[in-house]
């Protein structure tokens, strides 16, 4: 009997360690499966970031021309090829990212078609190893490079040789530049609405973008790159340095400004560069040959607060909008060049919009 239940607890331990074996073996399966459907999220979600990135690439490679003469310091060698790295990407992406083509080192993201570039043999996930006998970094400095550096490395006045690396081996490229007005993109989920001018790089907003359709897209491509061009971001940063200082100095003399003077500089832009931003952002577009008429109902539409409208602040930036449009208009009938010659000039200001009258 003893030796009956011996076996009976023995056949039971078995029967528990089987079970509890399939259940770890099914957990493991569960887990795996998990992971997959989680990547494959990840891949979905990347190639959402992607695709509005390579939107945004061939409307600013149709702009850049367009603006490049609104400030001449901005005017360099653009090739049509879009360098990356991983980095400009979501960290929580880089599983994904690492399994493509970009990692901690400069890599083509993407080439416009019929561009120098295109016509040079540049392909997509080419490492660039050397631009014009500069070294190109690798790590950390890849980004900052590609951000910086890199677009004031492109000649001009003849091709530029490339040494890149493609499937392990080394190849010399010769590629021709255009002058434009290019900067790095970042297309990001982290900006809640809108687009951020930083100076070198451009951000803009995923949901934003994914919102937008036909010319709405075209128009805030505009409105962010001609912010770069005239480097509002800097004004920006000068003018509330500015308002600080001033905020110091009555403070210094026993005065509490409850900081009003750097508030005045923070929000100086609102009425001069957001307007500057409207002009030449309609001048790039119509130059380009895009219609601007849906531009003055794309940023009423933008800037409404619901049954409250428009307050009189952005009221004034739709009425600047329109006669800016008018302008264009105007010049496109006569025959004239759509140029900003007056406002770059120096010849015509914001003030002559006269938008104080009632």
């Not at 980004?143 to 677009?151: H, V």
């Not at 905020?247 to 003077?261: C, H, K, Q, R």
């Amino acid at each position: 009997m003893r030796g009956f239940v011996g076996i009976s607890f023995g056949l039971l331990g078995l029967a528990l360690l089987i079970g509890c074996q399939t259940t770890t073996q099914l957990t493991d399966e569960e887990k795996a499966h998990q992971r997959q459907v989680e990547l494959a999220h990840k891949r979905q979600y990347l190639e959402r970031i992607q695709s509005v990135e390579e939107a945004v690439y061939e409307t600013l490679h149709v702009l850049g021309e367009t603006v490049a003469e609104f400030n001449e310091k901005e005017a360099l060698g653009y090739s049509g090829a879009v360098f990356a790295t991983k980095r400009f990407y979501p960290i929580d992406l880089e599983e994904v990212v690492d399994a493509s083509f970009l990692g901690d080192f400069v890599a083509v993201r993407y080439v416009v078609g019929g561009s120098p570039a295109d016509r040079g043999g540049l392909l997509l996930g080419d490492r660039l190893r050397l631009i014009n006998g500069q070294k190109v970094p690798k790590g950390e400095r890849a980004t900052s490079f590609i951000a910086d550096r890199l677009r004031k490395l492109w000649r001009l006045d003849e091709p530029n040789q490339l040494l890149i690396a493609r499937n392990g081996e080394e190849l010399v490229l010769e590629i021709e530049a255009e002058e434009s007005a290019h900067y790095s993109v970042i297309v990001t989920p982290f900006i809640g609405e809108g687009i951020y001018a930083e100076g070198k790089t451009l951000y803009f907003s995923l949901k934003t973008m994914e919102s937008l359709e036909g010319d709405e897209f075209d128009y805030l491509c505009a409105f962010a790159l001609v912010q770069n061009v005239m480097k509002h971001a800097k004004m920006k940063e000068q003018n509330a340095f500015i308002g600080g200082m001033l905020d110091m100095a009555a403070m210094f003399y026993g005065v509490n400004t409850a900081g009003i003077f750097g508030n005045m500089g923070r929000t100086a832009h609102q009425a001069g560069f957001l307007i500057e931003s409207d002009l030449l952002a309609l001048y790039s577009l119509a130059r380009a040959g895009m219609d601007i008429r849906g531009y003055p109902g794309f940023w009423e539409a933008s800037l409404s607060e619901g049954d409250r409208g428009i307050d009189r602040q952005s009221q004034k930036r739709i009425d600047a909008i329109r006669q800016i449009v008018v302008e264009i208009e105007a010049k496109r009938l006569s025959g004239e060049p759509i140029y900003p010659t007056e406002y770059l000039s120096g010849d015509w200001s914001l003030d002559d919009l006269n938008l104080d009258s009632e």
